[in-house]
């Protein structure tokens, strides 16, 4: 999101403040992605919706790479949703993550909305608090209340305590089966006469609690609303300054002719043969009232068309309406974007989770304030915790010195996440620029030849003032390239200055990095081993992180967890264990299989489990992608290697044909959502990339790819 423009003399204190490593309070990091959410109901907007991919967006995609060197990206979650979504009912809830992700992102619009005439599919709610589950059965009819039952289920893990729609395939189990077909086809058509239903339950429940008094307007109207009008609630109504970051297109056809069911239940809503007036009262509301209200009148485009029974709209007799509304769209979503490029500004700051561990700060306290005049490592095995404990330590240090006696600086590089943090060269240029900088010393002295920008490194650490003590973290110094004797550590100073420390993370038994080290550092003192957890603390990380998820498990599945964590507790087997278990509902009954016993065989099933979600070839090839890629790759990019793919395209469009033969984008957008912080964005030769942040997943992929 853009921030506020700074003065030039707030530029330079906040420059100022950041090269100190002073790194809270930070603004937001400069985004270079236009994203858009395209949001419309689905069978009356396929027409333009087409147009917009075949014509529009590329011209937008080159404008945002020539003219300001950003990418663009639009996401259209009508196109492209599998029967997985349908299964386990993750849809709408993906939709609205995507929002929220657009929203975050995109320089200038981020959120398109198409209305017409229809108001669009209205979904059961996937999850109902208990209270209010008890209400509606208690108003129920004895059939209704059986059906709710037998498909909702109470979660005590969630707190407040949930019913949950039960996948589709728990009980018609051949609903995703596409081996048998005709199996799968009748499931699925048993589904759909059961979802209508379901929703005729809680719909006539609702109604008469709110007769009742025991239900508010708002309660009733959150079991009868559209996908359609929480997007628009999502992404225009509940949000900021929507007038720099949104635009909505009305259309309506005259004349819709009801009768040529075939077609006009493309463009209305029907029910029972005849216009649902319920549907079309509240669209009325949604559009005419509601977004009106909202949006200025600028930022809504009118359109009014004819209907023709030939298909309703086609392209051929509405040609001249779809050009004026592409090149309109094209038109004001550039307004948007260049309003939003001017707009934007560049800085920002990451922040870490970190819990325990409270021996090795103290020792890590005494180094810095103590007399050592040698480069302390931390090394440990992978998984187990350098990273955050050194950003724990670069975070705290700080404050341990006097803030009136002393201005520390803190110089901190996460080495291989960006190209110029995996080469010795490039990552000791970085570190003297800064140090000039700093030390008021012009940065057109810093050699470019390696031995001599060696030296020089380390005749600028002497010049350390005694009021400005230096610590600086490099971070995993096993990502650095072997390129120019990198491993050898002869660029490391064995021996520091007054007022200097310097602190590195390393893997043992790679590259022989910490054999080396040991034979350089005298001081045995000066190697802190980060081992595993231990159970307990491994507990109480699960139980806080559970907590914050208003999550927690029964003490049958507690049996199992411990049993795990006694075998292995290191930080990243217990964060694996947390997205397993923080899913699991109080009414399913742990078994063996369910823990994997190490890091290796847990991301091997967490991988298995989201190809069995999303597609085996899809995921095994994205992944594999971002896998080969040498700094990771920018969304944009992964989604043309897959488009380029014809296995993966083969696959994903076996029961229909695609407007454009690409991958749509919710498909990436779902195994994205199911890797949290295991693929992370950073940033690589001016572009924001996608990649793994732990080296154990990459070295998992390799072995598949090799």
């Known amino acids: 999101m853009p921030e506020p423009q700074y003065t030039q003399e707030q530029e330079n204190e906040l420059l100022q403040h950041i090269f100190f490593g002073k790194l809270d309070n930070l603004p937001n990091l400069a985004s270079k992605i236009v994203r858009i959410f395209t949001s419309s109901t689905f069978t009356d907007t396929s027409m333009e919706r087409n147009s917009l991919m075949q014509h529009t967006y590329p011209k937008l995609k080159e404008y945002c790479r020539e003219k300001h060197g950003l990418e663009f990206q639009v996401v259209d979650m009508r196109w492209g949703v599998r029967d997985e979504a349908t299964d386990d009912h993750k849809t709408t809830e993906l939709c609205m993550q995507e929002i929220d992700n657009c929203q975050r992102v995109s320089v200038g619009p981020n959120f398109v909305v198409f209305l017409g005439q229809k108001y669009g599919y209205r979904p059961l709610p996937t999850k109902i608090e208990e209270d209010e589950f008890l209400k509606i059965t208690s ?160 930022a809504i485009l009118r359109y009014t068309v004819q209907w023709s029974d030939d298909d309703g709209l086609n392209k051929n007799v509405h040609a001249e309406y779809l050009q004026d509304f592409i090149e309109t769209f094209y038109r004001r979503i550039v307004e948007l974007i260049d309003q939003g490029v001017r707009a934007q500004h560049a800085l ?117 003032p005694a009021d400005k003590p230096l610590c600086i ?41 910490l054999s080396t080290l040991r034979n350089i550092i005298e001081s045995r003192e000066n190697f802190v081993q980060i081992k595993p ?86 995921v095994e090839h994205a992944l594999s992608y971002i896998t080969a890629s040498k700094s990771g790759l920018s969304e944009a990019e992964l989604e043309d290697l897959i488009s380029l793919d014809e296995t993966v395209l083969n696959d994903v469009y076996q029961y229909h044909l695609p407007p454009i033969r690409r991958i749509p984008p919710l498909l990436w957008t779902r195994i994205r959502n199911d890797l949290p912080n295991y693929l992370v964005e950073r940033e690589a030769d001016g572009v924001s990339v996608v990649c793994w942040y732990h080296r154990q997943f990459a070295e998992g992929k390799n072995d598949v790819i090799l």
Request: glycine share 4%; aromatic share 8%.
């Open 348 to 464: 920002a700051a990451n922040s870490q989770d970190f819990q325990g561990r409270i021996d090795i700060l103290e020792r890590v306290r005494n180094y810095v304030q103590g007399s050592s005049n040698q480069p302390l490592v931390l090394w440990g095995e992978g998984g187990c915790g350098k990273s955050s404990m050194l950003a724990k330590i670069a975070a705290d240090s700080s404050s341990w010195f006097p803030p009136k006696q002393y201005n520390p600086i803190r110089l901190i590089r996460f080495l291989g996440t960006t190209p110029d943090s995996s080469s010795i060269g490039p990552l000791l240029r970085s570190v003297c620029q800064q140090l000039c900088f700093l030390y008021q010393v012009p940065d057109n002295t810093i050699p470019v030849e390696l031995s001599q920008l060696i030296n020089y490194f380390k005749r600028l650490l002497e010049k350390t």
């Open 533 to 618: 957890l231990g159970e307990e603390l491994a507990k109480t990380v699960l139980v806080a992180r559970l907590s914050r998820q208003h999550r927690k498990i029964t003490d049958t599945q507690w049996e199992l967890v411990h049993e795990r964590l006694a075998e292995c507790n290191l930080p990243l087997y217990v964060k694996l264990v947390f997205d397993e278990i923080k899913l699991w509902k109080s009414y399913a009954q742990p078994q063996e299989k369910d823990l994997a016993t190490t890091v290796s065989t847990s991301i091997n099933k967490l991988l298995g489990r989201i190809e069995n979600q999303h597609g085996h070839i899809l």
């Open 139 to 298: 108003v129920s009819s004895s059939e209704d209340d059986k059906l709710l039952n037998q498909w909702y289920k109470l979660d005590l893990n969630n707190f407040p305590s949930l019913y949950c729609l039960q996948p589709v395939s728990s009980i018609f189990t051949n609903f995703t089966n596409r081996a048998h077909p005709r199996l799968m086809e009748e499931d699925q058509s048993q589904w759909w006469e059961t979802m209508g239903k379901l929703n005729r339950a809680v719909r006539v429940a609702a109604a008469e609690l709110l007769q009742q008094g025991r239900f508010t307007a708002q309660d009733n109207h959150r079991y009868n609303w559209s996908v359609t009008e929480q997007e628009v609630v999502r992404g225009i109504l509940n949000a900021k300054d929507v007038q720099e970051h949104t635009l909505a297109f009305f259309r309506h056809i005259e004349n819709i002719n009801v009768s040529l069911l075939r077609h006009s239940m493309k463009f209305i809503d029907i029910a029972a043969k005849q216009v649902d007036t319920e549907a079309q009262r509240m669209l009325s509301d949604l559009r005419d009232v509601r977004v009106p209200a909202t949006l200025p009148e600028s």
């Open 473 to 513: 973290f490099f971070d995993s110094l096993d990502q650095l390239s072997s390129a120019d004797g990198a491993h050898s550590m002869s660029w490391l100073p064995p021996t520091l200055p007054n007022y200097v420390k310097i602190i590195v993370s390393t893997l043992p038994g790679i590259f022989n990095i």
